[in-house]
């Protein structure tokens, strides 16, 4: 599906006073180009039957579209009221939407709660205890967050659970700073029984659900997420490796610890260990959690790493693994900074000490490696309904600790995950998946008709584009299927988590890659369809099964593309060639095929001609014409014709590109019979081709002659006198064919780098030493004669064929364009 024409522009109008402004192209309904753009407008049926989305049209001329007179009457229509489902553009449009602009879009809820405890676990640590009366409609992933409102001050911070998701209770961790509100509030005013209020769930720092074995980072108060995620893999019957490295600043700081040991002994394969930065503390281990990374605790980059702490504790293990040259199949991470304190002198820049850490003697060793994989778990319990309804930009403290009350732009937090290359591994992928899934928990059973209305339009906009396994449309597919991703992160109400897949950069990659693809998993587009009828069904488990089945299917689609990525011309000129039919010989392999490319993707009807069947490959993927015939014979150069002519009725374009020495030795160790070889290879061949074509060729025709620079080269003196001749029937047929106007031109290769070749060119095998250095020799005298001592690509010697080739050489003629790196030949 091509958006046809440029888009117009459509005010969307709210009864609160806001207006929207979105782009809606001419062959697009209004409904569909608001949900694509994360307007989420009132919608039910998609169709033209409810009404739901009934709008009043203020200004601008429209294509009312079908619709069924309950959902829209006759007068109705008459007095200017439309269905944004039905509807579409035929100019900038004005509506007036139904609705306020809070219903547009879904934003995270607030709930009351009362302190139903509050623990001073340490001179520096409170654990406090809330209880919610809405706690069955609030759902969160293990190592989310809440902003909570400090009572009598109109500021609010940030903290994560500590609890299981399913916990009746809600628990976070405090550190206590001097000059912190919060910290203020529960030393000095908190006490059991205050109300409160909290929004959230926020952020995109949580469990993954994947088998992969698991390493966990905290620093400080950043344990409570961590508790969290613990917490849910022991209620999970977890069974996969995970590992523990706590770190604090002073004794003081070491909270928890009865906690970790009684995780620790409900959770098969879970080990931990802590750290003191403080070279006074009584712990065992004193130092940083960097030296507690041992190489069993990272499966040999097979591993999700989550990590909480405060930002040098970030940049130290991400350094400490990019010393390593230790790269995680995931990489998440939360870093959080402190809320303001009473002025201070400004410190000295801040020194990461390197590793120090004091073991006794039985301690294990510790590994120079970096930590920080994805993990993944069985699958997650949701709560009951999430309320849908207010997105928050709220400065926050993230894993318990308190921040300046800035935006996010400030600086203070960060959360993120880092994976490596989609060119690399598969990781990418799996982290959508695991963001789709957790998503899915927090929405499945809580969506209202409007909104899963909306999720099918935009899982049905996809279909279009894509016809059985082909590609009708990529870049509109990759468009649609962003839009149909992006929209369930939207639904939970949680702007970090749909900030999480986008810095993914699924979309981006997709948009590089699929840009040429021609095949598509043919379940793709039935995938999106059937994860909305799952939610239409509440069906948790068959949403989850799709979610994964798809995510494999869009990795298979996405990796048969980029196999293909070699194949593709570096350079394009987008429509050079429309129109024109271009017969390349020789087009096989090489530059051949490399040339028939280039000018496929420019617009070009290609017919490619070579003596081996590999070509007929190599035309069905650029639905060309294959010819498989020999042009060392003149029946053979006249069966190329007669395709190309019963195919398309005309010849524009031929490249004359069959040609290469077949051996590699001085002259006089040709024989007769090898030197006739050679000038039936690399000169009667043009010589046919041309001679054969030439009748049907008219004015503005082209003919590119591939000789080479080797007319002055070592060992292969029958090929040069072959290509010399190549040279000489450019100049002269030029001059005979220049009244007719048709040009004739060439190009002089120097080295080429390219793949082995399929077909042999017939020679015998090196097989003495001699025939080794003779070889040799002339590939040295190859590179010496290139004055950037280099060789040639497949791609630089298409690029000067298909400029010869195109109109825009059409006062080129009667010449040889060397591509040799300087060498003239």
Known sequence: MTLQGAPYQVALSFEDGVTRFIECAPDQTVADASYRQRINIPLDCRDGACGTCKAFCE????????????????????????LPCSMKPKSDLVLRIASTSAVAKTQAATYPATVVSLDR????????????????????????????????TGESRSYSFSNAPDDKHLTFLVKITPGGVMSEYLTGRARIGDELTFTGPHGSFFLRETERPVLLLAGGTGLAPILSILRTLRAAGSTRPVHLVYGVSTDDDLVEVETLTELAAGIDNFTWDHCVADPGSTA?????????????????GDVAVYLCGPPP???????????????????????FALAATPPRPSPDPVVVPEPVVEQPAASRSVAGQDLFPALAVTPLRAGTPL?????????????????????????HYEIGEEHPSVHESDAVFEARQALELGAVELTIGRLDSRQLAGYRLLAESAVPCVDGDRFVDAAAYTEANAAFHDYLFTLTGNEHLLQAYRALGVKGHMETTLRDATWCHPRCTRDHLDIVTAFELGDRAAARRVIAEHADRSKQTTRRAMAAEPARPAFVTPGRFDGKVVVVTGAAQGIGERTARRIAAEGGSVVLADRSD?????????????????????EGAQAVVEAALARFGRIDVLVNNVGGAIWFKPFTEFSPAEIEAELRRSLLTTLFACRAALPSMAAGAVIVNVSSAATRGIHRIPYSAAKGGINAITASLALECADAGIRVVATAPGGTEAPA???????????????????????????????????????????????????EASYVTGTVLPVAGGDLG
């Open 284 to 300: 065992r281990h004193k130092g940083y959690v960097t030296t507690l990374i041992r190489d069993e605790h990272l499966h040999g």
């Open 121 to 152: 676990l340490s001179p520096t640590t409170v654990a406090v205890t809330l209880e919610t009366p809405e706690r069955d409609k609030l759902a969160f992933l293990p190592g989310q967050y809440v902003n909570i409102a400090v009572p009598g």
């Open 387 to 411: 309320s849908a309804t207010a997105e928050a930009a709220v400065a926050r403290t993230i894993a318990g600790q308190d921040i300046f009350p800035a935006p996010p732009e400030a600086g």
């Open 757 to 807: 070749r399929r077909v042999s060119r017939g020679g015998s095998a090196l097989a003495t030493e001699r025939e080794q250095d003779w070889f040799q020799a002339h590939i040295d005298q190859t590179l010496e004669s290139s004055l950037l001592k280099r060789y040639g690509t497949l791609d630089e010697q298409a690029a000067a064929i298909a400029f010869l080739a195109s109109d």
């Open 614 to 634: 590999l070509v007929a490959g190599v035309a069905g993927e650029l639905a060309g014409e294959a010819v498989v015939a020999d042009l060392e014979t003149w």
């Open 59 to 82: 200004s601008g001329e429209y294509d009312g579209g079908s619709y069924i007179d309950d959902a829209l009457t006759a007068d109705e229509a008459g007095r200017g009221y439309v």
């Open 313 to 335: 504790m970030v940049e130290a293990v991400r350094t400490h693994f990019a010393d390593a040259g230790f790269e995680p199949t995931g990489f998440y991470y939360e870093k």
